[in-house]
């Protein structure tokens, strides 16, 4: 079965999801992976979908069109190979939850994202959000992410030296699988 990515990005708006989920059911498509969120009003989705053995990308581009183009949607369907050495690195590791929060600056999701990319942490999903009023916004940053075996210890302290560098605050603990 062939693998796409999807992607699509527009003013967000009711009906989006069950547009662009109804045209993949449509198109016998299998909805395997996705992230969907609104940003300062964009409604960003990111989908891994599986599909028949005949559908293309350029075929599955063309009938979300139909459906897209009215809800001012920019969508672009590849497709996706499998990566070396079957599922890839997001389950590679011991999985760890981070939080950040603290006065918000340039620089916090770089510094954050270096550290672990030093201790070869992968980042699995990572959001942040201003919240707060405009005379004190706080920024906050969640990660999830994957730490290699024996190097979660040194991974951490790198992260959380990054944070204090920052002057923000850092919380991290091991996800559990028996809370899924």
């Not at 989920?21 to 989908?47: H, K, P, R, W, Y």
């Not at 979300?64 to 079957?86: K, N, S």
């Not at 290699?148 to 040194?154: I, K, L, N, T």
């Amino acid at each position: 079965m062939p693998r796409f990515s999807l992607s699509a990005l527009g003013a967000d708006r009711p009906g989006i999801v069950a547009a662009v989920t109804g045209v993949l059911v449509d198109q016998g498509c299998n909805l395997e992976d996705s992230t969907m969120t609104i940003l300062q009003g964009q409604f960003a989705v990111l989908l891994v979908v599986s599909a028949p053995d005949a559908t293309t990308a350029v075929a599955l581009e063309a009938a979300l069109a139909e459906v897209t183009g009215p809800l001012g949607l920019v969508v672009a369907v590849r497709p996706l190979a499998e990566p070396p050495g079957g599922a890839g690195t997001a389950d590679e590791g011991d999985p760890w939850t981070i939080s950040i929060h603290g006065a918000d600056r340039p620089g916090i999701v770089h510094a954050v994202a270096l550290a672990l990319a030093d201790a070869e942490g992968n980042v699995v999903d990572l959001s942040t959000h201003l919240i707060g009023g405009p005379d004190a916004p706080v920024y906050v940053m969640m990660l999830r992410v994957t730490l290699p075996a024996g190097r979660a210890e040194a991974a951490l302290a790198a992260v959380s030296g990054a944070a204090t560098a920052l002057g923000v605050h850092c919380t991290m603990h091991p996800d559990e699988s028996d809370l899924l």
